[in-house]
């Protein structure tokens, strides 16, 4: 198959034109890659099993990890479910357009095969300009997982999306950097409390601000076992890794976080994510988290353990930040963001992973971050990419 593609010169002033014949490969059960604000996605009909069937095999995906149907506005919702209960109305008014995903009782339109023969379906209202305007054109609600094959890391650029889906699809089309760079938020609105499935931009804080009570599935923490069908994509299956043997390091005991953001910093937040996935002036982004101590110990497991490697003659990456780069001599060393700015680890984690990629290392060692704010989303994709391999310090 030749893979098409196709830029958007000006994401802010879209023509139809330039969407038309994407929309036309998506209504006929074609595959075209397209950005959003979080991730690139692979879009396929979501009400055509065999589009569905289409995006499993493009991407090596197992069938029973469900997909995502993406709407354009909130009136496309109602025929894809049975209810809508109110905490997803909540969530709805408060963070649609925007990169959170919501699971509620499917309605008998949505075949299982884009369920993952699951009785409930995931839906997200992206903001993205080129997919908000794409999934419009095409007139069905169109279900896009992350456009990478299977367990690599996920696209945050059209030429990640060239690297791994040339010639298994129709069109890719580019509209340049993701603003985000992590997959929206998933949360089960389908059962008595609200359960987060998957972090992501929209945090617990943000929820807790707008639901009160705000569960975590055990998902978050650790594998699930291989008997147990996932609610939600990447809930069960080894995701996000590079070629490379991860390992990160993480210090012991309590790291200092952030207290509970303010509505006005929440709602702050969701704009920035919205909007560009920018550095912004948030209580998020201002977390270091780490005491000196917990820093130093890090910095100096992760020296060892690469030093380690290197003597054995193994080609090793260190993933560090702009703030500790100065402590690092051996390896080829990156810096992931800005420690103080969550939103710069976000955006730049799945291109750094690519990149070692690229520079054929066989072992990375990584620092760790606090889990609070964005920083949940970060290590979560962080440990599944590692396989959860972590040591302790």
């Not at 603003?179 to 617990?204: F, H």
């Not at 069960?236 to 309590?254: I, M």
């Not at 209580?283 to 353990?305: F, P, R, S, Y």
Request: net charge negative.
């Amino acid at each position: 198959m030749e893979t098409k593609r196709i830029t958007i010169e000006d994401r802010n002033h879209i023509k139809d034109e330039e969407l038309k014949e994407a929309a036309g490969i998506l209504r006929s059960g074609g595959l075209v890659a397209f950005p959003t604000e979080t991730v690139y996605g692979l879009g396929g009909n979501a009400l055509d099993e065999d589009a569905a069937r289409k995006i499993y095999a493009a991407k090596g995906r197992p069938s029973d990890n469900p997909l995502i149907a993406h709407v354009s506005c909130m009136e496309e919702v109602a025929p894809l479910v049975k209810e809508i209960p109110e905490a997803g109305r909540k969530l709805m008014e408060a963070f649609w357009p925007g990169p959170l995903t919501m699971i509620f009782p499917k309605s008998d339109r949505v075949p299982y095969g884009t369920t993952g023969g699951l009785d409930t379906v995931a839906i997200r209202m992206p903001d993205d300009p080129v997919a908000n305007r794409l999934i419009a054109l095409a007139g069905v609600p169109v279900a896009a997982p992350s456009a990478n094959t299977s367990g690599r890391p996920s696209p945050t650029t059209a030429d990640h999306v060239w690297q791994d889906m040339n010639g298994r699809i129709e069109m890719i089309i580019d509209g340049g950097p993701v603003g985000i760079g992590v997959e929206s938020t998933i949360v089960d609105v389908s059962s008595a409390v609200p359960a987060v499935l998957r972090p992501g931009a929209i945090t617990m804080e943000m929820l807790q601000e707008v639901l009160g009570e705000v569960s975590v599935d055990p998902a978050i923490l650790g594998p699930l076992s291989a008997d147990v069908r996932p609610k939600a994509p990447g809930m069960k299956y080894k995701h996000y890794a590079p070629k490379a043997d991860l390992t990160l390091v993480e210090p012991e005991g309590p790291a200092r976080t952030a207290g509970p953001a303010r509505m006005a910093d929440s709602v702050r937040t969701a704009d920035s994510v919205r909007m560009d996935g920018a550095d912004r002036n948030t209580a998020a982004d201002q977390a270091n988290g780490l005491n000196e101590k917990q820093l130093q110990a890090m910095i100096c497991k992760v020296q060892e353990l690469a030093r380690e490697k290197l003597e054995a003659g193994y080609n090793v990456g260190v993933i560090c930040t702009d703030e500790s780069r100065h402590c690092y001599t051996d390896g080829i060393v990156r810096s992931i963001g800005a420690r103080k700015s969550q939103a710069s680890v976000a955006h730049n984690l799945y291109a750094l992973l690519r990149e070692f990629d690229d520079l054929d290392v066989d072992y990375i060692f990584s620092e760790s971050f606090p889990q609070d704010h964005l920083g949940q989303a970060i290590m979560n994709r962080l440990s599944k990419a590692a396989g959860y391999k972590i040591v302790k310090v």
